[in-house]
């Protein structure tokens, strides 16, 4: 999409902000840096989604795990994800998270992996507030949102737009926007100018 292209669908998308949903998967999101080469700034994030969805903050919802280190007792947030959730709450969005497992594996250097999942209450939360939107613009390249897209497309008539960066959108979605599930996708590298942590 070009810079006038943009502008269209957000002058379009404005006219409908009080009946549209904005899903953002920010671990997702934040590998889009390995395909874009820059990295989304939640601030910015923030400004764009407010085209979208306005007003209601639970229609602005961030996903994101609450990493508290790896010993089950701690109370503390790490500084990364304290920094994180913090920062999205500031900018408007509805924080969503769970807390960070942490899986022993000596596969890998750190003796461990960190698991935080939150699709199904993505999923959970499109149908629990199924009544609040008409549109939704989901910010993930997940393809596992495809099979909940497909059923609120087909059965209520919910319109779906997917913005994700190129090599990193499920073959899934690209499968549901070939049957109409889903109406776009879009890729951030077309938003860099409103995106770019380090754009003036």
Known sequence: MNTSEIKQL?????????????????????????????????????KLVKHFASGKAFLRRFYYGAD????????????WSSMVLNKA????????????????????STG????CNLDIE???DLI???????????????????????YLHDRFGKRFIVIGARGFV???????LSQKSIEKILYASDFEYRLDRNRP
């Open 10 to 46: 957000l002058a379009e998308l404005e006219q409908k902000r009080d009946r549209t949903i904005v899903i953002v998967d920010w671990a997702n999101v934040e590998r889009w840096k390995e395909s874009l080469g820059w990295e989304i700034d939640i601030q910015k994030l923030g």
């Open 68 to 79: 508290f280190g790896k010993s089950t007792k701690s109370l503390i947030l790490t500084p």
């Open 89 to 108: 709450k500031m900018n408007g969005f509805e924080v969503v998270t769970k807390r960070v497992k942490y899986i022993v594996d000596r596969n890998y």
């Open 112 to 115: 461990y992996i960190k698991k």
């Open 122 to 124: 993505m999923a959970m």
């Open 128 to 150: 629990r507030e199924i009544a609040n939107y008409d549109v939704a613009v989901i910010f993930s390249g997940d393809g596992d949102l495809a099979c909940v897209m497909k």
């Open 170 to 176: 499920g073959a899934e979605l690209y499968e549901a």
